[in-house]
C-alpha cells in the first residue's frame, strides 16, 4: 500500500521526494490543492471515499498517516 500511495504522490507532484520522512504538508511538497486531488485519486484507487471531515493536514503529513487514513476508511492493509 505504502508503494502505491509514493506512486500516486509522484504523479501529482513528481518534482518531490515522497518516500522520505518528512511532513509533506509543513515542508510544502503538499499544498491544498494537491491534497484535493491526492483525495481524488485515493478514492478512486482504493475505491473509497474519503469523508470531508477526514480531510485534514495531518491526515496527509506522511506516508504512514496517509495509510492510517485510508485503514480507517476501510481499505485492507
Do not use: C, W, Y
Given at each position: ?35 484535493v ?6 478514492d ?34
Amino acid at each position: 500500500m505504502q508503494q502505491q500511495i509514493i506512486n500516486i504522490l509522484r504523479e501529482i507532484r513528481p518534482e518531490f521526494d515522497f518516500s522520505q520522512e518528512i511532513n509533506f504538508v509543513e515542508e510544502g511538497m503538499l499544498d491544498s490543492f494537491d491534497v484535493v486531488n491526492l483525495v481524488t485519486a485515493l478514492d478512486e484507487h482504493f475505491h473509497i471515499s474519503i469523508d470531508g471531515m477526514d480531510i485534514l493536514p495531518e491526515n496527509f503529513a506522511t506516508i504512514d498517516a496517509i495509510v492510517n487514513l485510508l485503514i480507517n476508511n476501510g481499505v485492507k492493509p
